[in-house]
């Protein structure tokens, strides 16, 4: 297992994240069998950093990391949680909830402990002195029952400036979704540089982006295969993660012991990808993201023409997101935060927008099918 260093401690640059564990054969109930299973062999191998929250798996996902991870000395591994801000009604409820999941991770500290999704659906609610989260958190820490306190981030670039402008210098870490995918379709690079800027080590999730970068078409498949035979399609995906600075833990949402034995020897060496395999698979990412996206430069000369005073770069970014994944909950989040008569359905169809478009973009057209999507 390879270690990164973070402060005085070395941590497994592979952790297991606890989002998709495994399921019964009927697969509505958590195979707790099963997990103490990973769990087992993933200690055997040196994962020591184990990454749960409040929501995953409906609330279950703490019961069963906390039962699998009891059976063995808490020196021994690392177990990070999250204050569950992608609910706005829990942000009244931090001491409730952080001492609930204490009891359901069977721990009297926490390791690592997050802000949870910071995007524009909470950003003012997590900033809002009223509801006390961050001094609370900060109590916890003095007190030792959080020993490192950061935050995760699923919300565009203005949002994780926003986040480190008012909380930087109090944060130790910050978790992204980052992939050879979202290296350039979420602005990946930006925000890696800007965690850079503050010093802030990168834990990474979403590495294979929810699987499908596990699961290439033959075209997709032999693109890499040309340049690396030898090399699996995760393993493309986790060594191009190993080559950017400040990644310190890779999270992986394993759902069984056969993918959790293929990440392992994945990371018995730390093998960067080269200048020339750099490429290849960001230009890989480039294609097929390119047939689904609109190519908007956020030039931003339609928003003067607009009379409906729409965000029509941020609207088109978020409409190429909830294309390229078939729906998911990224877009969703974000519009949640905008005003309904600013949303894609505020649309009129007007085209002033379009006779000032230097890509010719069928914009009318695209808040349309957005809205429908939607």
């Known amino acids: 297992m390879i270690y990164k260093q973070f402060q005085?401690?070395?941590?497994?640059?592979?952790?297991?994240?606890?989002?998709?564990?495994?399921?019964?054969?009927?697969?509505?109930?958590?195979?707790?069998?099963?997990?103490?299973?990973?769990?087992?062999?993933?200690?055997?191998?040196?994962?020591?950093?184990?990454?749960?929250?409040?929501?995953?798996?409906?609330?279950?996902?703490?019961?069963?990391?906390?039962?699998?991870?009891a059976a063995y000395p808490r020196d021994r591994f690392y177990l990070a949680d999250k204050f569950p801000g992608y609910d706005l009604s829990n942000m009244g409820k931090v001491e409730e909830i952080f001492e609930a999941q204490l009891k359901k991770c069977r721990v009297d500290y926490f390791d690592f402990y997050l802000f949870h999704n910071v995007c524009e659906?909470?950003?003012?609610?997590?900033?809002?002195?009223?509801?006390?989260?961050?001094?609370?958190?900060l109590q916890q820490k003095k007190n030792g029952r959080i020993r490192h306190l950061g935050f995760s981030c699923h919300g565009a670039l203005p949002v994780l400036e926003r986040f480190l402008e008012a909380y930087g210098d109090k944060m130790e870490f910050c978790q992204l979704q980052l992939n050879y995918i979202d290296w350039i379709f979420q602005n990946g690079a930006e925000k890696v540089a800007l965690l850079n800027k503050y010093q802030i080590p990168v834990w990474v999730m979403e590495p294979l982006r929810g699987g499908r970068l596990a699961h290439l078409d033959e075209q997709q498949s032999a693109a890499l295969c040309a340049v690396a035979p030898e090399r699996s399609l995760p393993a493309w995906a986790f060594r191009f993660l190993q080559g950017i600075p400040g990644v310190t833990v890779i999270l992986s949402g394993m759902s069984d012991l056969g993918q959790l034995k293929d990440n392992l020897d994945i990371f018995e060496t730390d093998q960067?990808?080269?200048?020339?395999?750099?490429?290849?698979?960001?230009?890989?990412?480039?294609?097929?993201?390119?047939?689904?996206?609109?190519?908007?430069?956020?030039?931003?000369?339609?928003?003067?023409?607009?009379?409906?005073g729409l965000d029509i770069p941020h609207l088109l970014a978020l409409y190429n997101e909830h294309r390229f994944t078939g729906g998911g909950f990224i877009a969703p989040?974000?519009?949640?935060?905008?005003?309904?008569?600013?949303?894609?359905?505020?649309?009129?169809?007007?085209?002033?927008?379009?006779?000032v478009c230097p890509q010719q973009l069928k914009i009318s057209q695209a808040m349309a099918d957005f809205a429908s999507l939607l």
């Open 8 to 69: 005085n401690l070395q941590l497994s640059a592979l952790g297991m994240g606890c989002m998709r564990l495994p399921l019964t054969a009927q697969g509505d109930q958590i195979d707790q069998q099963a997990v103490e299973e990973m769990v087992a062999c993933a200690m055997a191998r040196g994962v020591n950093y184990y990454d749960t929250a409040w929501g995953y798996h409906d609330g279950n996902s703490e019961y069963a990391i906390g039962k699998a991870l």
């Open 121 to 137: 659906m909470n950003i003012d609610a997590y900033l809002d002195p009223q509801y006390g989260i961050l001094d609370y958190l």
């Open 272 to 308: 960067p990808l080269n200048d020339e395999e750099q490429r290849a698979l960001l230009e890989l990412g480039r294609s097929m993201t390119n047939p689904k996206a609109l190519a908007c430069t956020a030039c931003r000369y339609c928003t003067s023409h607009c009379p409906q």
């Open 333 to 355: 989040m974000a519009l949640s935060a905008i005003a309904p008569d600013k949303q894609p359905s505020a649309c009129i169809g007007c085209r002033s927008c379009e006779a």
